[in-house]
């Protein structure tokens, strides 16, 4: 299911990164009193009362200026505008209202898009003279806050969870959702073209052709699928093109709404750190995971060579070794349907369930031919093991001291597991608890 976005803008220097600092608990964004500090926007999930969202700090607008980087800015904004479900305007609170908060407050009358005023800089609970000058806006009751001092933020983010859209409907989620990620021009506008066979999406050899990620709908073998192709995601040292920066958010965001994501790599390259980072990514919101090298069709062969690579993939991706590595050539239609087909079992993985009876006989198993670690003559012991999630797969233990469970013997345990079940192409979660520990996660 799909994160619902808030983007916080405003002119500079009314609080953004601060506001956004202490609501994701960490700071991230530079904070300086100089206007125009924070020129790109900071993506991070947040989450408020049990809802989780992706919150959005953009840099400051300035409506009338012609100057490059605050025209850069303000169209950065204007996509985060776009993209977002709710949207926080954020004025100082001291300053009255201004020509500039006017000139934003009419662009956000244009979007016709769900808008909170937020009056930053509000220390004390005296609110200043010219405070109902924000009503002109025309936006509503505007919240006072002090960001630096959290007076106010509860209640904020009470109403921005408030004004969240209604979950999609349930009838969509028997489709197998494909997230097809990777750097620019390695071919994933080619493989979703292949796979429909006809042309969907435009390809082209310019980096960064595909600005929006596109859902396209398929059925294959009696299977839904909905394929989810994404822009490029780009070192960002690399990344000078303000629409092609907020590609990289929309990739988070496909990725949020998968239950596969394709990293699909150019064979003639092999693996880069870039796209480590980007399958990092789906690796910890714990979605499944395909390795598609791309281009297969352009490597030179020799003997095992398509062994070698797949071994210098799986040396490389250690956190992930559980996920597939598959050969391709979009161009030449080949070894594509496999593709699809796993991605269906990987599907089915992540949903799978353990019976206890049977987890516990494993478990029982594994404890007899490896015992559990010790520490200064205390043994750990597991009393009880049973699955209580799923998409990914997750694993309660009863143990008698968090302490002594090593991470060797962690991993231990998920490969007898994996041994016994499989679960090829999702991560499993473990969650260890000692008696007398709430059952919640």
């Known amino acids: 299911m799909s994160k619902p976005i808030v983007a916080v803008v405003g002119r500079p220097n009314v609080g953004k990164s601060t ?64 993209m977002a479900d709710v949207i926080l305007f954020m004025v100082d609170g001291r300053d009255g209202l201004t020509s500039a908060d006017r000139e934003v407050g009419e662009m956000l009358q244009r979007k016709g898009k769900d808008v909170i005023l937020v009056a930053n800089k509000i220390d004390s609970g005296r609110l200043p003279e010219d405070f109902y000058d924000l009503y002109e806006l025309g936006l509503g009751d505007p919240f006072p806050v002090s960001s630096v001092n959290m007076l106010g933020l509860g209640d904020l983010l009470d109403e921005i969870v408030r004004r969240f859209p209604a979950s999609e409907a349930e009838d969509e989620e028997d489709d197998v959702k494909i997230a097809i990620i990777g750097k620019p021009n390695v071919g ?22 595909t600005r929006d990620a596109i859902d396209t709908p398929f059925e294959h073998d009696g299977v839904k699928y909905t394929l989810i192709d994404t822009a490029g995601i780009r070192r960002r040292s690399k990344v000078t093109d303000d629409i092609e920066r907020f590609s990289v958010i929309r990739a988070i965001a496909s990725i949020e ?97 353990v019976g206890t009876g049977q987890l516990n006989s494993l478990i029982a198993d594994a404890v007899m031919m490896n015992n559990p670690p010790s520490d200064k003559g205390r043994r750990l012991k597991i009393y009880y093991a049973t699955q209580i999630g799923v998409k990914p797969p997750l694993f309660s233990f009863q143990i008698n001291d968090r302490d002594i469970m090593h991470f060797s013997y962690a991993r231990y345990l998920e490969n007898k597991i994996r041994e016994a079940y499989g679960f090829e192409g999702t991560s499993i979660k473990f969650v260890f608890r000692e008696k007398g520990d709430k059952d919640d996660v």
Not at 192 to 201: C, I, K, M, S
């Open 19 to 82: 506001f956004f600092n202490k609501i994701i608990g960490r700071r991230v964004s530079i904070v300086e009193d100089t206007p125009g500090v924070t020129r790109d926007r900071i993506v991070s999930d947040a989450e408020w009362t049990g809802k989780h969202f992706m919150l959005i700090d953009t840099g400051g607008i300035e409506p009338s200026s012609k100057e490059l980087i605050p025209s850069r800015m303000r169209a950065q904004a204007e996509v985060a505008m776009d």
């Open 188 to 209: 994933k506008s080619s493989i979703v073209n292949a796979f429909l066979g006809e042309e969907r999406v435009i390809v082209s050899d310019i980096a960064g052709t």
């Open 257 to 353: 709404r998968c239950d596969v994501a394709l990293l699909v790599i150019d064979g003639t390259e092999g693996l880069t750190e870039q796209d480590k980072k980007i399958v990092g990514m789906a690796h910890e919101a714990g979605k499944g995971i395909i390795v598609v090298v791309n281009k297969w069709d352009l490597v030179p062969k020799e003997t095992n060579t398509m062994r070698d690579m797949e071994r210098k993939i799986k040396g490389e991706l250690q956190f992930m070794s559980y996920a597939p590595v598959m050969f391709t050539s979009a161009l030449k239609g080949q070894r594509l349907l496999p593709v699809l087909e796993m991605a269906r079992a990987v599907s089915e993985n992540r949903a799978m369930r």
